[in-house]
């Protein structure tokens, strides 16, 4: 297999794999479902996304009101408190 094969399969896994996120973040943002992020090294934060550019997603923390801006690098896990539709 060519590397440029290789190539155009790995952008398009990657292309679909950002629709996904920009799906789940933007049905997170507009329901203002509340989410859990877990974070590489194991953090738990909660709260509600506010926005996200390529490699952001802000968080509003519930309680607190505390804003954080996580680098999509260190997240590992985004879970809705309640089921958002992808579609």
């Known amino acids: 297999m060519s590397w440029k ?3 155009k399969r790995w952008s398009a896994a990657k292309v679909e794999t950002l629709k996904l ?3 789940l973040l933007n049905q997170c943002i507009s329901t203002k479902v509340p989410v859990t ?3 590489t090294n194991g953090v738990k934060m ?3 996304v506010t926005s996200y550019d390529a490699y952001t997603i802000t ?3 519930q309680g607190d009101g505390r804003q ?10 985004v879970v809705p ?5 992808l579609k």
């Open 5 to 7: 094969t290789i190539h």
């Open 21 to 23: 996120q920009e799906r």
């Open 37 to 39: 992020i877990f974070t």
């Open 46 to 48: 909660q709260g509600l």
């Open 59 to 61: 968080l509003q923390g």
């Open 68 to 77: 954080n801006v996580l680098f999509k690098s260190a997240v590992s896990t």
């Open 81 to 85: 408190l309640k089921p958002v539709s």
